[in-house]
């Protein structure tokens, strides 16, 4: 029997000094991006996401535990070594939210006994904390939904400290998608993680619409936007000479230009509010009708939701019309 390395359902590529992208091959093929950022001081590896817990695959793939791929399998944009090996960093887990396809390998983690702090938005934790199984979509799918404890609950703008040590990290609160959503800054690389809030719909390996559960709401969302943007506006132009800032996403895209991708998101919401996209397909979603709006089929985004969210942002913002803005 052969003995080179074992079949994983983990694909990492190298985006800056510090950060990885593991793309996940799952069950449902939504491939999830997990990033990993690996510190020195403090010594900790910044998980952001854990993906689908290996759920469903086939025995074919070998290794679909996230925490034994991060501890021993040797990664060859790091120069063939694990990205933990034999697991001697301390583990910090943001949760840009609790959908099954971001927290199923979260018990990795937590059980055998391992040095991890999980950090949740708290902007509605109850979210979480009650009910999970619905809010998570694992009731949906039939499957177990993990259990867990976050340890720390952080506030909108806070910045994240380690052992006392600042890890250049801030939090932003961006509900829409679901109210538990978060995007975190890393200020040391400019990048900015937005988890599911949006992406693009197609890269080499899977096609999927911006999809909002029954729990998203429209109106937050288009707030959400307009925080991100002015957070993105205030730091390229508070470093001219840096870099732009740079964005990655839950899903498909890991590496774009901040500010031109929330526009253009920003822009097409708000085509959609205005009936201006057709709806080219809907379906069932525990009871209420979800409608698939793409404006051509070589469209750059797609979004799937239910009719309702989309009804009541209308209504909000024909009430608000000063609210409905576009950047540029
Ligand atoms: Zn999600």
Redesign the pocket.
């Known amino acids: 029997m052969s003995k080179g390395p074992l079949t994983t359902c983990f694909n990492t590529t190298r985006l800056n000094a510090t950060t990885f992208v593991i793309r996940e091959e799952d069950f449902y093929n939504d491939q999830p991006l997990i990033y990993v950022k690996v510190f020195s001081e403090p010594p900790l590896l910044l998980l952001s996401d854990t993906g689908s817990g290996g759920h469903g695959l086939s025995p074919s793939i070998q290794l679909t535990s996230l925490r034994t791929y991060l501890e021993t399998f040797p990664v060859s944009s790091n120069s063939d070594k694990p990205l933990n090996p034999s697991g001697t960093l301390p583990y910090l887990i943001i949760c840009t ?1 609790c ?1 099954n ?2 927290i199923l390998g979260i018990p990795d983690f937590t059980t055998p006994k391992c040095d991890t702090t999980i950090l949740a938005s708290s902007y509605d934790p109850s979210f979480i904390t009650d009910d999970l199984p619905t809010h998570s979509g694992c009731l949906d799918l039939n499957i177990p939904t993990p259990t867990y404890e976050v340890s720390y609950w952080a506030h909108h703008l806070e910045t994240i400290t380690y052992n006392s040590v600042s890890l250049n990290i801030q939090i932003l609160h961006t509900p829409g ?2 109210p538990d959503e978060l995007a975190w800054y890393d200020s040391t690389e400019r990048h900015l993680y937005v ?2 809030t949006f992406y693009e719909l197609r890269s080499p390996f899977v096609l999927t619409p911006i ?1 909002f559960p029954l729990e998203g709401d429209w109106v937050d969302y288009m707030h959400s936007l307009r925080i991100l943007y002015a957070f993105i506006e205030e730091q390229n132009n508070k470093h001219i000479s840096a870099l732009r800032l740079k964005i990655g996403c839950a899903h498909i895209t890991f590496s774009v230009d901040a500010a031109d991708i929330v526009a253009e998101v920003q822009a097409l919401f708000m085509r959609i509010i205005q009936g201006k996209v057709p709806v080219i397909s809907s379906t069932e979603e525990r009871g209420e009708t979800c409608d698939l709006w793409m404006e051509s089929p070589e469209a750059k985004y797609s979004v799937q939701a239910p009719r309702r969210l989309v009804e009541l942002a209308r209504k909000y913002f024909s009430e608000h019309p000063e609210l409905l803005v576009v950047e540029s």
């Open positions: 939210h959908h396809d971001h998608h679901t988890g599911d999809i």
